[in-house]
């Protein structure tokens, strides 16, 4: 009886190509299209699949994926922000839109139909539209952080979240620094609208940039580092928030401490139950800040 001649081994996933390369992993004979190299020989593609599922994906000393050394959310920020004062302008279909209208000796933009419709004031000033937040419009505590009088606004604000918001998101991770530059700027229009007059309206992301300024401190403490260079430029801004006529106080100082609080639940949450120790602490702020709005809209209806 003769013996059949020995067959050669043919990839796995194409049964056309001999081969006589297999799997470290598995055994599997694999061509050269579906060699994968690893530490020592070759894999296949679904075990390194299986291996890449296995490995636990590195996070920062926050809890945060890695990803956000790319800064994806800041620019994401910043092109919001940009977005909404050309539709600004768009709006006004007027120059002083961009530059031209009272504030910082005249080089701030006016006031358009778009920030009329998404600012921050209690009940409508004169020209505005007839709703304000008392009125039921709450939406505006969220737009007014993406809208600016002017570029002159703008450009200040998104510089200071180019800086700030780089390292910020570095160290927490896309996820958690989009909720601090949000529950920050919800912070500072909160206060605007608990502290400020009842027509005033108040727009700009400079609520949330304050809150940025506190989180950078207490995350680059929380790391050890030294953070003697960011104090005097908190204190410049302090000092512009109470010298310059037209400065929402409360916005600027409401965003400092919603914003400091927030960092605060993100850099001290134990290792142990880290995400659901910073979920619950946002949330709770949240309901907090949802607390003051309603006691201001039943203040101003009364």
Same mark, same amino acid.
């Given at each position: 009886?003769?013996?059949? *001649? *020995?067959? !050669?081994?043919?990839?796995?996933?194409? #049964?056309?190509?001999?081969?006589?390369?297999?799997?470290?992993?598995?055994?599997? #004979?694999?061509? *050269?299209?579906?060699?994968?190299?690893?530490?020592?020989?070759?894999?296949?593609? &679904?075990?390194?699949?299986?291996?890449? /599922?296995?490995?636990? #994906?590195?996070?920062?000393?926050?809890?945060?994926?890695?990803?956000?050394?790319?800064?994806?959310? !800041?620019?994401?920020?910043?092109?919001?922000?940009?977005?909404?004062?050309?539709?600004?302008?768009?709006?006004? /279909?007027?120059?002083? +839109?961009?530059?031209?209208?009272?504030?910082?000796?005249?080089?701030?933009? &006016?006031?358009?139909?778009?920030?009329?419709?998404?600012?921050?004031?209690?009940?409508?000033?004169?020209?505005?539209?007839?709703?304000?937040?008392?009125?039921?419009?709450?939406?505006?505590?969220?737009? +007014?952080?993406?809208?600016?009088?002017?570029?002159?606004?703008? =450009?200040?604000?998104?510089?200071?979240?180019?800086?700030?918001?780089?390292?910020?998101?570095?160290?927490?991770?896309?996820?958690?620094?989009? %909720?601090?530059?949000?529950? %920050?700027?919800?912070?500072?229009?909160? +206060?605007?609208?608990?502290?400020?007059?009842?027509?005033?309206?108040?727009?700009?992301?400079?609520?949330?940039?304050?809150?940025?300024?506190? +989180?950078?401190?207490?995350? &680059?403490? /929380?790391?050890?580092?030294?953070?003697?260079?960011?104090? #005097?430029?908190?204190?410049?801004?302090?000092?512009?928030?109470?010298?310059?006529?037209?400065?929402?106080?409360?916005?600027? =100082?409401?965003?400092?401490?919603?914003?400091? =609080?927030?960092?605060?639940?993100?850099?001290?949450?134990?290792?142990?139950?880290?995400?659901?120790?910073?979920?619950?602490?946002?949330?709770?702020?949240?309901?907090?800040?949802?607390?003051?709005?309603?006691?201001?809209?039943?203040?101003?209806?009364?």
């Amino acid at each position: 009886m003769s013996e059949s *001649p *020995p067959t !050669t081994p043919v990839c796995y996933r194409h #049964p056309g190509r001999e081969t006589y390369v297999r799997c470290t992993r598995c055994d599997r #004979p694999i061509c *050269p299209d579906c060699m994968r190299e690893a530490s020592v020989g070759h894999q296949c593609p &679904e075990c390194v699949d299986q291996g890449r /599922r296995s490995v636990r #994906p590195a996070r920062t000393a926050f809890g945060g994926g890695t990803a956000g050394r790319h800064g994806y959310v !800041t620019k994401a920020l910043i092109a919001v922000n940009v977005l909404f004062l050309l539709l600004s302008i768009a709006s006004a /279909r007027s120059g002083n +839109a961009a530059v031209g209208g009272s504030g910082f000796g005249g080089l701030m933009g &006016e006031s358009t139909p778009l920030t009329r419709w998404g600012a921050v004031y209690g009940l409508a000033p004169p020209g505005f539209l007839p709703d304000g937040i008392a009125d039921g419009d709450y939406y505006r505590l969220v737009t +007014a952080m993406f809208l600016h009088y002017g570029v002159l606004h703008l =450009l200040l604000n998104m510089w200071a979240l180019w800086v700030l918001g780089r390292s910020l998101e570095a160290n927490l991770g896309r996820v958690r620094f989009a %909720a601090l530059y949000l529950i %920050a700027g919800l912070g500072g229009n909160v +206060a605007a609208y608990l502290f400020s007059a009842q027509n005033a309206a108040t727009v700009g992301a400079s609520t949330a940039v304050f809150g940025l300024f506190a +989180a950078l401190i207490i995350i &680059e403490r /929380r790391l050890g580092r030294d953070i003697s260079r960011i104090i #005097p430029i908190l204190v410049i801004n302090l000092v512009f928030t109470l010298a310059v006529p037209g400065i929402s106080i409360p916005g600027h =100082l409401g965003g400092l401490v919603v914003g400091g =609080l927030m960092a605060l639940v993100l850099a001290y949450a134990p290792r142990g139950r880290r995400t659901l120790v910073q979920a619950a602490g946002g949330a709770i702020i949240l309901l907090v800040l949802l607390a003051l709005v309603l006691f201001r809209t039943a203040q101003l209806l009364t």
